[in-house]
């Protein structure tokens, strides 16, 4: 079964109906809390939202991968920054009981 992909006008559109907002004044609020995010992020910090999930900023060793149509051909893949989220209980047991695990 493939699953919709919900985007961020859908969200602030669902948000404004359910709570009778005007929808820019949402979407005002997403903005700022996403660039929020970012700025957090980008400095290297990490942001814990109880239940729900954890994102912070982890670093990834250099590493040796292949070309996967010439698979004798090595590629180096040089040390990065990288988001990592680790899913908090409520979303886990909220994506668990979806797929029935």
Avoid: S, Y
Wanted: proline fraction near 3%.
């Amino acid at each position: 079964m493939k699953r919709a992909t919900v985007q961020k006008k859908e969200i602030v559109d669902c948000i404004a109906k359910e709570h009778n907002v005007r929808a820019n004044l949402v979407l005002n609020v997403v903005n700022a809390f996403l660039d929020k995010v970012l700025n957090t992020l980008a400095k290297g910090g990490r942001l814990e939202f109880r239940d729900f999930g954890i994102f912070q900023v982890v670093k990834r060793k250099a590493k040796v991968g292949r070309d996967p149509q010439k698979a004798k051909v090595t590629i180096k893949i040089p040390a990065r920054k990288a988001v990592k989220f680790t899913p908090g209980k409520k979303m886990k047991k909220a994506v668990a009981q979806e797929f029935g695990v």
